[in-house]
Structure formats: structure tokens, C-alpha cells
């Protein structure tokens, strides 16, 4: 991870301690709360308008610094055998996914089919990993950086691959928490990358809205999955129209409906 990304979720952090929100930003800084939301999100912002901010906080660049060093000793991936490990017991990992979106112990037992001594089991397990730690009256430290991630197609990665997946897209998505687009196109490598980077800016407001709303109770929340994919490929009934991997035609496209 950057320094420019490191810096920016420490301060992103810092708001949220003191409670701002960005509108409050956009207000300080005299923006509107969409420019805010852009510069966190493409990660632009100048050291005046860092500085901005920070007097926002009533604190200098340097404490930002100085926090953001006491942070980057978390955790932020597993090895493969830890995610191995996870993988091989169903139990640990819906636990797992319940702590890193800031369960406690308690809504875990009262909502899934699990006893209280089966849970602290799988904490305590979790607490071996530095994943979190399990503090007296059973309460739940984590201990993992806010950027923390699976491995790319390590193990968890690839479980939900193999098993999930079909599950996830067995719907009609018309209900209005559900929503898919499927676009078909031909992209040079140049705007191939550009949209890659859009995707991955878009992760990251995903994970900080995340992050905004964990604080609120659970039931004020839904458990929300997003799969964000580009490749090279050809739907499977084009394959018979083509030679040697090209379009039939120089420069045809087969254009689906797009969902």
C-alpha cells in the first residue's frame, strides 16, 4: 500500500473519530461534498487542502504522520496456510467475515445457528491468527489494517469462487438493494487499464462506506456482496464464428442486451 493511500485512510479515520463527515469537510474547505468524496476516492488531494482539513481537526500534517506510523503495524494479509486454515472449517470462516465487519460475539450467536462456547471457540482461533483479540467479557478487538484484503486467488478467494458463485448470480436482481449491468465492448489496452482504475477507485468507496456504517447497529445493515470484473473473452456461442481467435468480421462486435 502507498504512502498517499496509508495517509489518506488515517485521515479518513481521524474524521470519523472526531465525527465529521464529508459534507462537514465540504463546508470547512468550501467545496461541495461530491469534490470531497473525488478527492479521497482518486486520492488528490494537495498539501494545502491536506492541511485544510487537518485544521479541521485541530492538528498538524506531522500528527497525521505520526498516527498513521502507529497504524501501519496491522495486519493486513494472511499467509496461505492461515486462509487454508480458515477455509477448512465453514464455522471459522462465516465468523471470520462476521468480525471484519465488526460483529460482536453476541449478535454472531443470536443470529446464525451457534452456541456461545462453539463462537468463543472460533474467536479464539481468530485470536491465535492476530486477527483479532478476544477481550474479557468475550468483546472483540480487531486487529487488522482497514485496508486488509484476501490473498489474491489464494485460498478463501478461490472458495468463494468455486462455491459461491453460482449462488450469488441465481437472481433476477429487480428488488431495489440489487442491481446488475452487463456491458460488452472492444477496449484498447489504454482505456482497458483506465476502466481498471476506475474499478479499483470505486472499491475503495465501497470499503469506506463500509467503514462509515460499521458503526451503526446491524440491524440497520444488510450484508452486501459487489463483484467488479473485465477480460478478454467472447460469450461461448460466438466461438463458431470466428478464425484463428478474431472476429468473423474485422472491427464486428456481436452486442448482447445488456442487463
Not at 501501519?72 to 464455522?91: C, F, N, S
Not at 489504454?190 to 456504517?213: C, H, P, T, V
Request: proline share 2%.
Amino acid at each position: 500500500m502507498s504512502q498517499t493511500t496509508s495517509l489518506l485512510t488515517t485521515l479518513k479515520k481521524a474524521l470519523k473519530a472526531h465525527g465529521f463527515t464529508y459534507q462537514d469537510v465540504a463546508k470547512h474547505m468550501g467545496l461541495s461534498q461530491a469534490s470531497i468524496k473525488r478527492l479521497f476516492s482518486e486520492e488528490n488531494i494537495s498539501l494545502q487542502r491536506l492541511e485544510d482539513i487537518c485544521q479541521l481537526l485541530d492538528m498538524q500534517i506531522s500528527d497525521l504522520v505520526k498516527q498513521m506510523n502507529e497504524q501501519q503495524g496491522r495486519l493486513q494479509q494472511l499467509t496461505v496456510e492461515q486462509e487454508k486454515e480458515i477455509t477448512a472449517d465453514i464455522g471459522l470462516l462465516l465468523v471470520t467475515v462476521c468480525v471484519l465487519n465488526k460483529w460482536t460475539m453476541k449478535e454472531m450467536v443470536d443470529y446464525y445457528e451457534m452456541t456461545e462456547p462453539d463462537c468463543i471457540g472460533k474467536l479464539a482461533k481468530l485470536d491465535k491468527l492476530n486477527i483479532i483479540e478476544l477481550l474479557p467479557g468475550n468483546r472483540i478487538k480487531l486487529l487488522v489494517d482497514a485496508n486488509f484484503g484476501w490473498i489474491e486467488n489464494g485460498p478463501i478467494q478461490s472458495f468463494f469462487q468455486r462455491t459461491i458463485a453460482k449462488e450469488f448470480f441465481n437472481s433476477a436482481f429487480e428488488h431495489d438493494d440489487e442491481c446488475l449491468v452487463v456491458l460488452n465492448g472492444m477496449l484498447s489496452m489504454q482505456s482497458n487499464g483506465e476502466f481498471q482504475r476506475k474499478i479499483k477507485r470505486l472499491a475503495r468507496e465501497f470499503d469506506a462506506l463500509n467503514q462509515d456504517d460499521s458503526s451503526l447497529r446491524l440491524e440497520e445493515r444488510r450484508g452486501s456482496t459487489v463483484v467488479l470484473a473485465i477480460r478478454s473473452w467472447r460469450y461461448g456461442l460466438s466461438q463458431h464464428l470466428t478464425k484463428n481467435g478474431l472476429p468473423a468480421k474485422k472491427g464486428s462486435v456481436i452486442q448482447y442486451p445488456k442487463g
